[in-house]
């Protein structure tokens, strides 16, 4: 399973952002898909979660409202779109991916098999 996050960037305080993870060697519909962000000097957070069908979402608290995770099944590619950017949310956000014949969502590392390289999100003030 490989997958690839594109999308991020400079944005200003306010702005938008919308990263791709596009995955390759999989049935993309058998996983369920998160994204993950990581600042610096502070540990991996949840972002937000989307099952096999994307009938189901679950965002961190700290997202609610901002963020919106979507799929599309037939380009294999999940997305987040971020906005009213705070520098707040500046680091590097990572998609996962987990195989699971559930259709729930799951939202803390350990249970994600696959991860992306990364990009930076940088939101300055």
């Known amino acids: 399973v490989q997958l690839q996050a594109s999308g991020g960037g400079l944005v200003q305080a306010g702005g938008s952002l919308r990263l791709s993870c596009a995955a390759s060697g999989v049935i993309f519909s058998n996983y369920r898909m998160g994204w993950f962000r990581q600042a610096p000097g502070k540990e991996r957070e949840f972002v937000g979660a989307?099952?096999?069908?994307?009938?189901?979402?679950l965002y961190a608290d700290s997202v609610r409202g901002r963020f919106t995770i979507s799929r599309d099944n037939a380009k294999n590619t999940v997305y987040l779109q971020m906005n009213s950017l705070k520098p707040e949310d500046t680091a590097v956000y990572y998609c996962a991916a987990d195989w699971a014949p559930t259709t729930n969502v799951v939202t803390t590392t350990y249970e994600y098999d696959y991860w992306g390289q990364g990009t930076q999100v940088t939101v300055s003030s």
């Open positions: 989307i099952n096999r069908s994307g009938g189901t979402t």
